[in-house]
């Protein structure tokens, strides 16, 4: 079994649609939950960061972590053509967050 | 603020050759990591850096695989010979470093260099 698991899609949604996306993790001893945006040949860029459980929100950008579940979610509102990317969940337990484990990724289109 | 930057951005060689990755972190950024991202796949920690001692290598092929940081700032990673499995996205990131009190210690990712290993 895989530390973290991620649904890598493809998911195709129509423009203004709510996404959800979601990752699972069995090492209970992750304390610092992200996610990153990753466009096609570019590196990462760090989209939320969550300390522990509850919800934390950015703009049209919503981040949940439930780690009674270890599950955690990232909702995107009023989904745009420029959220077309890769969104990598990643997971730390080290405070400084200096090893990420990383999912595999969910490639999401939104469709104009 | 100048991002990461890594060198080349595509490079193909076939099986048993060898490659060289160049990375440059964002200036005064005292932690660097090199990370293998497979097709289809999260990156994978290779090899982190603190100033320019090793933290952690535990996942470096070490038989074919070396990195170094020289005076803390640029580093490269080798492949010698290098392998079809190989082929990936490597990616360097930097961070700030340290633990100081509510220091996040975001990594910044480079674009990555592409290998296609035939």
């Known amino acids: 079994q895989k530390e973290v698991e991620q649904d890598p899609g493809p998911l195709s949604v129509p423009e203004g649609a709510i996404v959800s996306l979601n990752c699972t993790y069995s090492?209970?001893?992750?304390?610092?939950f992200m996610w990153y945006r990753q466009y096609s040949r570019k590196g990462p860029e760090l989209l939320m960061y969550?300390?522990?459980?509850g919800n934390k929100e950015d703009g049209r950008f919503t981040a949940q972590v439930d780690k009674s579940s270890k599950y955690i979610s990232l909702f995107i509102r009023d989904s745009q053509p420029s959220d077309s990317a890769t969104y990598l969940c990643?997971?730390?337990?080290?405070?400084?967050?200096?090893?990420?484990?990383f999912g595999t990724g969910t490639r999401l289109t939104i469709i104009p | 603020e100048a991002g990461v930057a890594q060198s080349p951005r595509y490079k193909i060689i076939e099986k048993r050759q060898s490659v060289a990755f160049w990375c440059n972190p964002i200036?005064?950024?005292?932690?660097l990591y090199w990370y293998q991202q497979i097709l289809g796949q999260g990156p994978k920690l290779l090899i982190q850096?603190?100033?320019?001692?090793?933290?952690?290598d535990s996942q470096l092929p070490k038989d074919r695989f070396s990195a170094e940081r020289l005076k803390g700032v640029d580093s490269t990673l080798k492949i010698q010979p290098a392998k079809l499995e190989d082929s990936a996205v490597y990616l360097c990131?930097?961070?700030?470093?340290?633990?100081?009190?509510?220091?996040?210690?975001?990594?910044?990712f480079g674009p990555g260099t592409r290998l296609t290993v035939l």
């Open positions: 990131a930097s961070s700030p470093g340290g633990t100081a009190e509510g220091n996040r210690n975001e990594q910044f």
């Open positions: 090492n209970s001893a992750f304390q610092y």
């Open positions: 969550t300390y522990s459980s």
């Open positions: 990643a997971m730390s337990d080290v405070f400084g967050n200096e090893k990420l484990t």
């Open positions: 200036s005064g950024h005292a932690t």
């Open positions: 850096f603190q100033n320019n001692g090793v933290v952690d």
